[in-house]
DNA sequence: GTCCGACCGTA
DNA sequence: TTACGGTCGGACG
């Protein structure tokens, strides 16, 4: 670079921001995805770009760049932390055009330039300054103040949207100081939207006044005591550290060492095609059109270019401070090239935007007919690599694996279906035998391309960053891969998006979803390899009907896909499925084939001692009953106590039967009956036999040694997870014989298990979205919760509180979590209706905000037929306005419920996506393995236990920031030991 | 064989 | 009073 160029440095993330706020919303006409912003940048690219040598004004650019913000993560956070603390995530709308905007600069054949660490601000004043050493003139394309300072006679700025330029005078008329005084005009009058605290009272007059008067700040500061005002001179002596952090602050970075040289800037030639085929996937007709004619391009021989929507840290905003690392979805494809059977897309009735496109899409999905003679089955390398470049130019495949179990721990590989565009699917078979197993073992059916062959061409595919892999229920096809050495990524999931998108509104199976979107019912499972004792595993099934029903899966999920994934932009869900659902697939599919390590021998002997004792216990009930009845057996023992004994307090089931829950037989047993006493222990030495120490041993996986657990994302109404199979999310704790199960729980030698649980989170989600004062100050400062509410309802001193006084607090704190009644306290205490009903409207005297909360809750329910939780996620309850008093009633209670609930499962599944990268991050080793609600558990070396301890704590503790900062602190308990018993 | 209710383990 | 999953008995086919 030398005197005489001109280098042009665009403030991407500047302008983004501002285009965004100052253009009116754009989306594409195809599928509604915003790109208002994009629009805006691309005309001001090529304005900058095209125009530039016409306008007297401004030179032709020689040297051009655009800069972006990296991530938050700057030095400024360490000089001071609630640097840029109070930005609130990007807007919805916003989120996916980080990334587009950078494509476009790529398109546009112009450096795109950022860096981990630093704001684009200091790459601009580094390259500026470079540029001026060099001679040569710099426009700076922003109009943010903060790039002020760096105005000379050679350094101009450009507001593009006002066409104005901003040189020295005009740095004076607006602000009364020339650039160089700008840092400290800056230092002391701060920065709300960045959080640049500045002196309170000092605003950019008074700044400009004072330095006019004194020269520069340090003067100032030196000299403070000569001010005449008093309350102004009082504050700038208070608050002189202050100004110099500011300052700090506020100064750009004039030496980042950057990675680029300016003299790769020098502006290079347009590539027509490649923008072009940018401009036209974006679908700006008019900027494609113009492009086309400058440079001699034939719009209409070109394809849209494939724009994946990739990850960009800034995309998260201020959010992520540990990078997910995944990327973000691909966009659905233009109608255009992926309209079902070649149907014309319906661009006359598609309105611009995302509900338009919906209401498309659903109607084009019920027309649409499933053929299943029209898939292919694959069957020859050279078949196979049609399809796989199919797929890779297609950007977007669904993608299903047929398998010979359940269990994706322990099942092989029969085939696999893809799918490129609505209608066009295959399936190819892989490891089919012939039917007849009996005569020799039955071998490999012929013609199917040999596994190792198959999984070595598909692999770039699966793995290849540019294009997006749907499945319903991902992460059983993530862990199928994996053990075939794939890394599926990118991700989408139509479970997971149909669970976002409809959590309470029935299931999200594949086949409730095709008969309710598609309006079709696919080939069953069941009907492929039968049930019960006749059924075979899938390898059995012949390759023709395996692949009807194989590569319909296939097609299925591509239109589910593309019928449901905009309606995330539509309904405002994207972020809660790009920040609690798709990021979590892999973390629990990690931690599900862990597994956790399950000693036998401790199982096995606590199974003997529980036998032992339930048969001690059996003698004498058979004695206490007169006869030798199933113990088991609620009906039989019902009739014994009640009917054949009479005893007193009996109530029935809805069915009619005598109810025998420990509760009642509890009541009994504490008036002196012996028999129901006798039931209720042998009851629970059973129960944890036959559910725990029996049964957990058959989960021990033969090749691992290891239980594997089965969590379910997308079962639940209120967005907390399921564990299944075995469900290690019950395991006993409560009472001692119980707890000896979790002791069978054990790390590896020379490991430890790390149990860190939330403390009280939902009463502190409770206390943060109903903003009650009291809760709040009292976990602010650490004091029993329980005892507080007692204090607050009975009067009674927290010192010295009688146990039963506390406990009854705890049961209502609970109730209100639970959306309390009159009836529902008074079972739980065992105290007369009308005591527990004083209860409550003394809690609500004592604690009006839960009340209000509680109705508003159940009004908004009501208006919307969802509630949400504090990060956006919605739970339906479309009965809400049943006129059934008792079924309404249920379904306010679970909707005051679900709120809380929901918010303290986002939190957990915020954390659970950080933790890995965290982990990694500070060089640790440990492994996450199990999620039980409020509490995760980890597995690691001995000697890295406590270096490990602080760091899942600080992840936990701070899960809800930067998207939520919570009223009340997050409090975890941590603990190792060699066993879950002695770590929880 | 399959389904449902009762019961009970967890948060 | 919220949210789940597993086991059992018993009724149904």
């Known amino acids: 670079m030398k005197k005489g160029d001109h280098l042009f440095l665009v403030d991407g993330s500047g302008y983004i921001f501002r285009a965004y706020h100052a253009l009116p919303p754009l989306t594409r006409k195809s599928d509604g995805l915003p790109v208002g912003a994009v629009s805006g940048f691309c005309n001001m690219l090529w304005k900058l770009l095209r125009e530039a040598r016409d306008t007297s004004v401004r030179d032709t650019p020689t040297h051009f760049a655009v800069i972006f913000d990296y991530s938050s993560h700057t030095f400024r956070k360490e000089i001071y932390p609630e640097y840029k603390a109070n930005r609130s995530a990007p807007p919805e709308d916003l989120i996916p055009q980080f990334g587009l905007i950078r494509q476009a600069t790529k398109a546009f054949n112009l450096p795109c330039i950022e ?92 700044a400009a006044q004072l330095l006019e008067e004194f020269g520069d700040l340090d003067t100032l ?58 401009l036209k996937a974006m679908e700006f007709n008019a900027l494609t059109r113009r492009a086309a004619e400058a440079t001699g391009v034939e719009a209409s021989e070109i394809e849209p270019a494939n724009v994946p929507i990739q990850a960009v840290a800034e995309a998260h905003g201020p959010d992520l401070d540990i990078a997910s690392g995944d990327d973000l979805p691909n966009p659905p494809k233009p109608a255009a090239s992926a309209a079902p059977n070649g149907a014309k897309p319906a661009f006359g009735n598609v309105e611009g935007t995302p509900a338009g496109l919906v209401k498309a899409r659903t109607d084009q999905a019920l027309a649409a007919k499933i053929d299943r003679s029209s898939y292919a089955t694959i069957r020859d390398v050279a078949a196979l690599q049609v399809w796989i470049d199919e797929a890779m130019a297609s950007g977007v495949i669904a993608f299903d694996t047929e398998t010979t179990s359940a269990d994706p721990m322990q099942t092989e590989v029969v085939g696999l279906s893809l799918a490129t565009r609505p209608g066009r699917a295959a399936y190819i078979p892989i490891n089919h035998v012939s039917g007849d197993g009996d005569l020799l073992g039955g071998g490999l059916v012929e013609h199917q391309i040999p596994e190792r062959e198959v999984f070595r061409m598909l692999k770039p595919l699966l793995e290849d960053a540019s294009v997006l892999k749907i499945a319903h229920s991902m992460k059983y096809e993530w862990l199928v891969m994996h053990r075939y050495g794939i890394d599926l990524h990118p991700l989408d999931d139509t479970m997971l998006i149909s669970y976002v998108l409809d959590a309470g509104e029935g299931s999200h199976s594949m086949d409730s979803l095709c008969d309710r979107w598609l309006g079709h019912k696919p080939l069953a499972h069941k009907e492929l390899i039968g049930s019960g004792k006749s059924s075979v595993t899938f390898d059995k099934v012949s390759i023709e009907r395996a692949t009807e029903y194989a590569a319909e899966d296939a097609d299925v999920t591509l239109q589910l896909w593309r019928l449901l994934k905009p309606r995330l932009v539509a309904d405002g869900l994207m972020s809660v499925y790009e920040r609690l659902e798709r990021p979590l697939i892999p973390v629990l599919a990690r931690m599900e084939e862990r597994g956790i390590s399950v000693d036998r021998q401790i199982l096995s002997r ?112 209120t967005g907390r997870l399921s564990s299944s199979e075995p469900n290690l999310q019950n395991i006993p704790v409560r009472t001692s014989e119980g707890r000896k199960i979790r002791t069978a729980f054990i790390a590896e030698p020379g490991n430890k298990l790390i149990s860190a649980d939330y403390s009280q989170i939902e ?78 409207r003394t809690y609500f005297d004592r604690f009006p905000g839960i009340k209000d909360y509680m109705e508003a809750t159940k009004a908004f329910a009501r208006q919307h037929g969802y509630v949400e939780t504090i990060f956006g996620r919605r739970a339906h309850y479309p009965e809400i306005r049943s006129s059934n008093p008792t079924h309404r009633a249920f379904n306010e209670r679970a909707a005051i419920n679900a709120p809380i609930q929901g918010s303290a499962a986002d939190i957990i599944r915020r954390a659970m996506v950080r933790m890995e990268p965290a982990l990694n991050e500070a060089k640790l080793s440990a492994r996450m393995l199990l999620q039980v609600h409020d509490e995760l558990i980890f597995e690691t070396a001995d000697e890295e236990v406590e270096a490990t301890i602080p760091v899942i704590r600080h992840v936990m503790e701070n899960a809800a920031m930067p998207a939520v900062s919570l009223s009340v602190p997050l409090h975890v308990d941590a603990r190792a030991a060699h066993n879950w018993d002695e770590a929880h």
């Open 115 to 206: 860096k981990d660490g630093y704001e684009a601000d200091d790459l601009i004043a580094t390259y500026a300054r470079q540029a001026e050493a060099a001679g040569a003139e710099v426009t700076i394309i922003s109009s943010d103040k903060d790039l002020m300072q760096l105005v000379t006679p050679m350094v101009t700025m450009y507001d593009s949207m006002k066409d104005k330029q901003i040189r020295i005078p005009d740095v004076i008329e607006k602000w009364g100081v020339p650039p160089e005084k700008m840092i400290d005009l800056q230092a002391m009058t701060g920065d709300s939207t960045d959080n640049v605290p500045g002196i309170p009272g000092i605003g950019p007059k008074t």
């Open 221 to 278: 500061l030196a000299r403070a005591g000569e001010i005449k005002q008093q309350k102004r001179r009082e504050n700038i002596i208070q608050y002189a550290e202050q100004a110099r952090i500011s300052r700090q602050l506020v100064t750009l970075k004039t030496d980042t060492p950057v990675d680029v040289g300016i003299e790769d800037f020098s502006l290079e030639p347009q590539n027509g095609p490649k923008l072009v085929a940018f």
């Open 606 to 717: 606590l199974s003997g001692d529980l036998a032992q004792s339930a048969a001690a216990i059996e003698e004498d009930i058979y004695r206490l009953a007169g006869e030798k009845i199933n113990i088991g057996s609620p009906k039989q023992m019902g009739d014994i106590l009640f009917g054949k004994m009479g005893l007193p307090g009996g109530s029935k089931t809805k069915t009619g039967q005598w109810s025998t829950s420990a509760q009642l037989l509890e009541d009994l047993a504490a008036e002196g009956h012996e028999l129901p006493r006798k039931i209720v222990d042998w009851r629970q030495l059973t129960k944890l036999k036959s559910t725990y120490t029996d049964a957990l041993p058959g989960y021990i996986n033969p090749r691992t040694k290891r239980v594997h657990t089965s969590y379910a994302m997308a079962a639940t109404s």
């Open 763 to 840: 009463l502190r989600v409770l206390a943060h979205v109903a903003e009650i004062p009291q809760l709040t100050q009292a976990f602010a400062d650490g004091i029993d919760i329980h005892a507080m509410t007692a204090s607050e309802m009975f009067g009674v001193p927290v010192k010295d509180m009688p146990s039963e006084v506390r406990r009854r607090a705890k049961a209502i704190n609970f109730g209100i979590i639970y959306g309390i009644s009159a009836f529902g306290l008074a079972n739980q205490l065992s105290i007369p209706r009308e005591e527990a009903g004083q209860y409550i």
